[in-house]
């Protein structure tokens, strides 16, 4: 996660916030496996703490955390990366999973 946000900082030129986005699409690092590194270790975290606590409540929220992070990425993120960097978001869209990663990094050609 540590990575990711740093990647927005140093290569995107902005931060994962809406109200200060990046200048750049960051396609490199954990990206180049999963287009949403950041909500994917969110989730895995409060999954993997469900796990070890054994507590269920964790589970739910987990899920519904994950499905607030799945509408706001469909509605709002994707549509706005699409507008902001057209052709170069639309290749790495099509080439990289929006939640499950890659089992190989992508490559921009």
Same mark, same amino acid.
């Given at each position: #996660?540590?990575?990711?946000?740093?990647?927005?900082?140093?290569?995107?030129?902005?931060?994962? /916030?809406? !109200?200060?986005?990046?200048?750049?699409?960051?396609?490199? *690092?954990?990206?180049?496996?999963?287009?949403?590194?950041?909500?994917?270790?969110?989730?895995?975290? !409060?999954? *993997?703490?469900?796990?070890? #606590? *054994?507590? &269920?409540?964790?589970?739910? =929220? *987990?899920?519904?955390? $994950?499905?607030?992070?799945?509408?706001?990425?469909? /509605?709002? +993120?994707?549509?706005?990366? +699409?507008?902001?960097?057209?052709?170069? =978001? +639309? /290749?790495?869209? /099509?080439?990289?999973?929006? &939640?499950?990663?890659? #089992?190989?990094? $992508?490559?921009?050609?």
């Amino acid at each position: #996660m540590v990575d990711a946000f740093a990647r927005f900082a140093l290569q995107g030129l902005g931060t994962p /916030a809406p !109200i200060a986005p990046t200048r750049n699409l960051v396609v490199t *690092g954990l990206y180049r496996y999963v287009r949403n590194p950041i909500y994917v270790a969110v989730v895995a975290i !409060i999954l *993997g703490q469900a796990v070890l #606590m *054994g507590d &269920w409540r964790l589970i739910v =929220y *987990g899920a519904l955390l $994950w499905l607030f992070f799945h509408v706001f990425v469909v /509605a709002y +993120e994707e549509p706005t990366l +699409e507008r902001t960097f057209g052709s170069e =978001y +639309e /290749a790495f869209r /099509a080439a990289v999973p929006r &939640w499950i990663p890659r #089992m190989t990094p $992508w490559r921009l050609k």
